[in-house]
């Protein structure tokens, strides 16, 4: 079975300063590739995807990520975080396989951003 | 085009009473997925339709059903409620590879 995993379930860092959110999953093949986030009360937005093709994807609010394969890795990039960016984020995977949609969600990461 | 929406936006039930939730998909888009999320458990995946027929499921018991009608609109149904049903439940709707979300459903289980 698909996993995800994202190992910090909070990060605080300060306005301005550079964010790296952490995720692995576990599956056999290369599954389609998401982050969301998720603002208190909140649905969840997508902030950007990888299906295939380039590494490195550009996302929205100035968002980035990176597909390692030999580390199972899609790491969510953001050079300088703004308060706003207060929330909580989730990485998920797709089988990618045209069976349908169903995504498999990691446990999310809180971040706290100070002023 | 307008996004997702979901209706009710929070319902308060108690045991053993049954729930249904509504979820309109994007103008076009076929199937619709249903998702509960729990401080406990996270974000799980409970089924997916797409042109009215149950596409996949997730692992959830029966009480735990859905449907989509012709204009694609979605209703899950949650019979004999228990507390652990209390839960954001939230609706995705998707035209290709990517969902988007509803706002959700926030049900509380007395």
């Known amino acids: 079975a698909q996993s995800v995993t994202q190992p910090d379930i909070h990060i605080t860092v300060s306005e301005g300063a550079s964010l790296e959110l952490r995720c692995n999953y576990s599956?056999?093949?290369?599954?389609?590739l998401f982050w969301y986030v998720q603002s208190p009360g909140q649905g969840l937005q997508l902030l950007l995807k990888?299906?295939?093709?380039?590494?490195l994807v550009q996302g929205i609010k100035g968002f980035e990520a990176e597909f390692k394969r030999s580390q199972s890795s899609f790491n969510l990039r953001k050079p300088s975080v703004h308060w706003s960016d207060a929330a909580e984020y989730f990485c998920a995977v797709d089988p990618g396989d045209n069976a349908g949609n169903m995504l498999t969600f990691g446990g999310g990461t809180r971040l706290m951003v100070k002023p | 085009k307008a996004g997702v929406t979901q209706t009710p936006r929070y319902l308060i039930k108690t045991r053993g009473q049954q729930v249904t939730l509504s979820c309109s998909p994007i103008s076009g888009h076929r199937s619709v997925s249903w998702y509960q999320q729990t401080p406990g458990q996270g974000l799980q995946f409970l089924f997916e339709y797409f042109s009215e027929t149950q596409r996949n499921k997730g692992n959830f018991p029966g009480r735990f059903s859905g449907r989509q009608f012709s204009n694609s609109r979605s209703e899950m149904n949650v019979s004999t409620l228990e507390l652990g049903d209390s839960a954001l439940y939230l609706c995705?709707?998707?035209?290709?590879?990517?969902?988007?979300f509803g706002p959700g459903t926030r049900l509380t289980v007395l």
């Open positions: 995705a709707s998707s035209g290709t590879n990517e969902q988007f």
């Open positions: 599956y056999g093949a290369t599954p389609y």
């Open positions: 990888y299906f295939s093709g380039d590494t």
